[in-house]
């Protein structure tokens, strides 16, 4: 990979960061912005919410319109929106105007995502796209790993608002760096509603993307409401939790790169399989927390690892199932996780308000075993394509 190519696969990879912490720096200091503001934590954490939903709905039809403008143009404009919507948070101490302005920063998020994904992979060949999906999204592992400890311990000691301002911050160097090093011509499929409607038409494709909804969603239940969480089963203070907060995120940009590698060399399915599997067992252990916090920070490690480790290896394999619609499946992939952090974070809310925060790692198992038997049968319906394109051969 040149130099040049390298800068510009990197500078995507920051925007990652800045829109993964966009989106994940609110668990971080729900409890600190909910009582600021006057709501209880299970409307704070709607912010989460109504942030996934907004992306999920927006992704294919900014993918779709912005098209036909420069791939460039369009990644600095969506940083810019980040940065924008980060900013307007920062200032803001009504509900209703934070509720607004995380849909507008998740239109930012939205229209860049699944657009940098689409573009790192079209930059290379077929056999480094395992690796480079993994460099791009270890922006979002990096989010979790330093991004969140560091956004949660700023906002724990000086305030929320400092946090999302230096989201804010983060956004418009993210701008720059792509106005810098990315090239102009940048050349990924064609996207439009008739792309979109193959995908939906393509039954296998939808029950893989339905994988990413369940999964995403089991971790969303208990990961929005994170801090509230190790209060409950530990007495750790805010240097505890942001500690805590790292060991996961240091898993996940491991497991990040280590799910891209073995993509690459084990093939996508193989690699999911022992993902969604020690998943779900280690989301299971964590109320082992209470008993003792060195298994329970290696089980926040583990979850970390195999949850983030999921995402390169499930656009390696979207792009392998239908590459001609590689755009469209990758902007719809993103949708799905954002659906699925939907999906947990509602879950998660309402379980919280009614039955309490230490049962939240039940709700994450259940949807992870969900995803698991989806995945079953995803594997079981691509072996019968893959046997009947030999057949026709």
């Given at each position: 990979m040149s130099r040049s190519l390298t800068f510009a696969i990197y500078a995507m990879a920051?925007?990652?960061?800045?829109?993964?912490?966009?989106?994940?720096?609110?668990?971080?200091?729900?409890?600190?912005?909910?009582?600021?503001?006057?709501?209880?934590?299970?409307?704070?954490?709607?912010?989460?919410?109504?942030?996934?939903?907004?992306?999920?709905?927006?992704?294919?039809?900014?993918?779709?319109?912005?098209?036909?403008?420069?791939?460039?143009?369009?990644?600095?404009?969506?940083?810019?929106?980040?940065?924008?919507?980060?900013?307007?948070?920062?200032?803001?101490?009504?509900?209703?105007?934070?509720?607004?302005?995380?849909?507008?920063?998740?239109?930012?998020?939205?229209?860049?995502?699944?657009?940098?994904?689409?573009?790192?992979?079209?930059?290379?060949?077929?056999?480094?796209?395992?690796?480079?999906?993994?460099?791009?999204?270890?922006?979002?592992?990096?989010?979790?790993?330093?991004?969140?400890?560091?956004?949660?311990?700023?906002?724990?000691?000086?305030?929320?608002?400092?946090?999302?301002?230096?989201?804010?911050?983060?956004?418009?160097?993210?701008?720059?760096?792509?106005?810098?090093?990315?090239?102009?011509?940048?050349?990924?499929?064609?996207?439009?509603?008739?792309?979109?409607r193959k995908v939906f038409a393509n039954t296998l494709l939808i029950v893989v993307l339905s994988v990413t909804v369940l999964q995403f969603a089991g971790q969303m239940a208990i990961f929005a409401y994170i801090s509230p969480w190790l209060q409950a089963f530990t007495s750790l203070d805010a240097g505890g939790i942001t500690l805590m907060l790292l060991v996961s995120g240091i898993g996940g940009v491991l497991g990040n790169y280590a799910g891209g590698s073995m993509a690459d060399r084990f093939g996508p399915r193989r690699t999911q399989l022992i993902q969604l599997i020690i998943l779900a067992v280690s989301l299971g252990l964590l109320p082992l927390m209470g008993v003792s916090l060195w298994i329970g920070g290696a089980l926040i490690f583990i979850w970390g690892f195999v949850g983030q480790g999921f995402i390169a290896p499930q656009l390696v394999r979207l792009v392998g199932i239908a590459p001609a619609l590689s755009s469209a499946s990758l902007s719809l992939n993103s949708s799905f996780i954002n659906i699925g952090l939907t999906l947990g974070g509602v879950a998660g809310g309402v379980f919280l308000e009614q039955v309490g925060v230490e049962s939240l790692s039940w709700l994450g198992v259940i949807g992870t075993v969900l995803s698991l038997f989806v995945f079953a049968l995803s594997w079981v319906m691509e072996n019968s394509n893959d046997k009947a394109k030999v057949s026709v051969t």
């Open positions: 920051f925007g990652n960061f800045a829109a993964g912490m966009s989106v994940l720096v609110i668990a971080g200091v729900l409890p600190e912005l909910a009582t600021d503001i006057n709501v209880s934590v299970g409307q704070a954490g709607q912010l989460i919410s109504v942030y996934s939903f907004s992306y999920a709905i927006s992704a294919p039809i900014l993918m779709s319109i912005t098209t036909r403008y420069q791939r460039r143009i369009m990644l600095m404009l969506a940083m810019l929106m980040i940065f924008v919507g980060n900013g307007v948070a920062a200032l803001s101490s009504d509900y209703t105007i934070l509720f607004i302005v995380r849909i507008v920063t998740a239109l930012g998020a939205a229209g860049y995502v699944p657009l940098a994904a689409a573009s790192a992979i079209s930059l290379v060949p077929e056999d480094q796209r395992g690796r480079v999906s993994a460099v791009v999204f270890t922006g979002f592992t990096l989010a979790s790993a330093l991004g969140l400890p560091i956004g949660t311990y700023i906002g724990l000691n000086f305030g929320w608002r400092w946090s999302l301002g230096s989201v804010s911050i983060m956004a418009a160097i993210a701008s720059f760096l792509m106005w810098r090093f990315l090239p102009h011509d940048i050349d990924t499929p064609a996207v439009n509603l008739a792309v979109f």
